[in-house]
């Protein structure tokens, strides 16, 4: 039981390994910033990350919805995360923008039970949705394990270890032993 959260760099293969999470019947919490930006992009909006007119809005939506969509996590399940709220924090800080104290605080008062860190795979691809380059790629994967380790989660780091199979059972592994976590 429980809510864990699975963050990581673009091309990290989250969503590979979500995917074989979800077909294993584990309540995979979709990516809320993927959500407004598929959204956008199919009714021919154009506020999404890569539009600069739009980024900050685009931040603001989406901290709104990820705190939503957190909050709506209720019961005794085991909820596991695609993304959070501290990657938003990350985002901040890959613009050059000071992360509001509001969205410090939400991220600090969180309360996951662990946090999977994705190191990226030895490959990058943009897609539709994923844009950044891949030296931003590089600078948020290492944001992204500085804000969660400072703001105090618990991050067991997921190497690119064998298949996607294999890290998922490394998480399945992790959560019901807490060992790591």
Same mark, same amino acid.
Do not use: H
């Given at each position: 039981?429980?809510?864990?959260?699975?963050?990581?760099?673009?091309?990290?293969?989250?969503?590979?390994?979500?995917?074989?999470?979800?077909?294993?019947?584990?309540?995979?919490?979709? #990516? +809320?910033?993927?959500? !407004? *930006?598929? =959204?956008? &992009?199919?009714?021919?909006?154009?506020?999404? /990350?890569? $539009?600069?007119?739009?980024?900050?809005?685009?931040?603001?939506?989406?901290?709104?919805?990820?705190? #939503? +969509?957190?909050?709506? !996590? *209720?019961? =005794?399940? &085991?909820?596991?995360?695609?993304?959070?709220? /501290?990657? $938003?924090?990350?985002?901040?800080?890959?613009?050059?923008?000071?992360?509001?104290?509001?969205?410090?605080?939400?991220?600090?008062?969180?309360?996951? =039970?662990?946090?999977?860190?994705?190191?990226?795979?030895?490959?990058?691809?943009?897609?539709?949705?994923?844009?950044?380059?891949?030296?931003?790629?590089?600078?948020?994967?290492?944001?992204?394990?500085?804000?969660?380790?400072?703001?105090?989660?618990?991050?067991?780091?997921?190497?690119?270890?064998?298949?996607?199979?294999?890290?998922?059972?490394?998480?399945?592994?992790?959560?019901?032993?807490?060992?790591?976590?």
């Amino acid at each position: 039981m429980g809510r864990y959260v699975i963050t990581g760099g673009p091309c990290s293969g989250k969503t590979t390994l979500l995917g074989i999470l979800s077909g294993q019947d584990y309540c995979v919490v979709p #990516e +809320t910033a993927e959500l !407004i *930006i598929k =959204d956008q &992009l199919e009714n021919g909006g154009d506020m999404v /990350p890569s $539009n600069p007119l739009r980024r900050e809005e685009f931040q603001d939506v989406l901290m709104r919805r990820q705190l #939503e +969509t957190e909050k709506a !996590i *209720i019961g =005794d399940g &085991l909820y596991i995360l695609d993304r959070a709220l /501290p990657d $938003n924090v990350a985002y901040n800080l890959l613009d050059g923008n000071r992360p509001t104290e509001n969205l410090l605080d939400l991220s600090r008062s969180a309360d996951y =039970d662990c946090v999977f860190f994705l190191e990226q795979l030895p490959f990058y691809e943009t897609s539709e949705v994923r844009k950044e380059s891949y030296e931003d790629a590089k600078k948020l994967s290492t944001l992204l394990r500085y804000v969660y380790n400072s703001l105090g989660y618990d991050v067991v780091d997921v190497s690119p270890m064998g298949s996607a199979n294999d890290r998922a059972e490394f998480i399945v592994d992790t959560i019901k032993n807490k060992g790591l976590c």
